[in-house]
């Protein structure tokens, strides 16, 4: 079976209302530039060497997403998590996505946990926090893609609110 990319869809109040709360212990704050290099690590466990073949990978899909590649990062929407000191999970959340048959919404471009912190509510929360973010800003909707064989990511995302759909074009 291939793997095949979905587009999901939310209305932002949803997920605020279903994400849940951190953890206790974990605290969030937005990203910045100088969080790259723990980002990559964290980014490159997550997703393993079948995905992410080396930390120099890693380092620059964080640079290119940090430069605007998919878009501009939303600064107040793009959360790190934090537990005794470590990175547990993170979102990168941009303003509009530049690809063409992107939906004109917020886009969440990259959720990942730390696997030594997953099944704890984390990745939620953050999405949960990100939506806080957009909701403030007036934004009534977010999108995500995501592959249709990561199965845990998939329950994750239909869990607050999110829903496929088919692009226009």
């Keep these: ?7 999901y869809l939310a209305d932002v109040r949803s ?15 937005p990203l910045v530039d100088s969080d790259i290099l723990v980002l990559a690590a964290t ?18 899909e964080m640079t290119v997403a ?20 470590q ?3 993170a979102v990168l959340v941009v303003g509009r996505p530049f690809w063409e048959d992107a939906p004109d919404y917020p886009w969440l471009i990259d959720v990942f946990t730390d696997p030594r912190h997953r ?3 984390i990745a939620g929360a953050l999405i949960g926090t990100a ?5 403030a800003s007036g934004e009534p909707r977010v999108g995500l ?3 249709d064989e990561n199965l845990p990511a998939v329950t994750l995302y239909k869990s607050l609110g999110f829903s496929a759909f088919e692009p226009p074009g």
Aim: neutral net charge; contains cysteine; proline residues 7%.
């Design 1 to 7: 079976m291939s793997t095949v990319n979905v587009y």
């Design 15 to 29: 997920v605020i209302d279903r994400a849940p709360v951190l953890p206790s212990g974990v605290t969030s704050r």
């Design 43 to 60: 980014f490159q466990s997550a997703f393993g060497p079948a995905t992410v073949a080396s930390l120099d990978a890693a380092v620059e």
């Design 66 to 85: 940090f430069g605007g590649a998919w878009g501009p990062l939303w600064p107040e929407a793009s959360l790190a998590a934090w537990r005794d000191g």
């Design 87 to 89: 990175l547990a999970g």
């Design 119 to 121: 099944r704890a509510g």
């Design 131 to 135: 939506c806080r973010a957009l909701k």
């Design 145 to 147: 893609t995501v592959d």
